[in-house]
Nanobody
């Protein structure tokens, strides 16, 4: 069982920044892709970004392109999500996920999920 642990959420004003972290137990060959999803109040869970451990290939949701950056530290088995220019619509619980296939925007592409970390952006 792969256990993912997210951290870095919090309360920030619109225009501010936060950096989320997701630590995963190694070895990373057990899962190729790491993704971030979020679920806002009254909304369905939606894809944010994903990255491949091996190739570094990246996917972003259109809504976060140019504002969010996903990157990895293979030595630390940690994936980060740097979020800049945050807006109230970015509010939600952010989940880290790991999957054996390549980066995908589909939630069913990920077998392992973290508990989530709350991000609240005030206007």
């Amino acid at each position: 069982q792969v256990q993912l642990v997210e951290s870095g959420g919090g309360l920030v004003q619109a225009g501010g920044s936060l950096k989320l972290s997701c630590g995963a137990p190694g070895p990373t060959f057990r899962y190729n892709a790491m993704g971030w999803f979020r679920q806002g109040p009254g909304k369905e869970r939606e894809f944010v970004a994903a990255i491949s451990w091996s190739t570094g290939s990246i996917l972003y949701a259109d809504s976060v392109k140019g504002r969010f950056t996903i990157f990895r530290d293979n030595a630390k088995n940690t994936v980060y999500l740097q979020m800049n220019s945050l807006q109230p619509e970015d509010t939600g619980v952010y989940y880290c996920a790991a999957g054996r296939q390549g980066p995908s925007p589909a939630h069913y592409g990920y077998a392992y999920w973290g508990q989530g970390t709350q991000v609240t952006v005030s206007s």
